[in-house]
């Protein structure tokens, strides 16, 4: 097993997001970024290496799907602005102020 840490960033305003990894909601919640250093919520998910499916449902957005590749821990970090939802994924934690 590895670590699949999924972090909402930028964009979130307290509405309610779903993430779900490989069909299973892994969370529920209405995050609200904290602007000073751009996080609003960051989980970890244990995984078997491989490619999974990472979907983020945002009122408002169309549901972001995407596969992603885990070979060891991996870090995706997702936000939300003008209505779209865009992640990235690193092999490395995220920098936050």
């Known amino acids: 097993m590895t670590t699949l840490h999924v972090e909402l ?19 529920e919640d209405s995050p609200r970024t904290r602007v000073q250093i751009g996080l609003a919520l960051t989980l970890e998910v244990d995984v078997e290496p491989g490619s999974h499916v990472l979907t983020v449902r945002h009122p408002g957005a169309a549901p972001f799907v995407e596969a992603v590749d885990v ?3 991996t870090w995706v970090g997702v936000s939300v602005a003008g209505g779209v939802v865009t992640a990235r994924v690193q092999p490395a934690p995220f920098w936050y102020a």
Request: charged letters at 25%; proline letters at 5%.
């Open 71 to 73: 070979g060891a821990e």
């Open 9 to 27: 960033q930028d964009g979130f305003t307290g509405e309610p997001v779903v993430v779900e990894v490989d069909g299973a909601t892994v969370v």
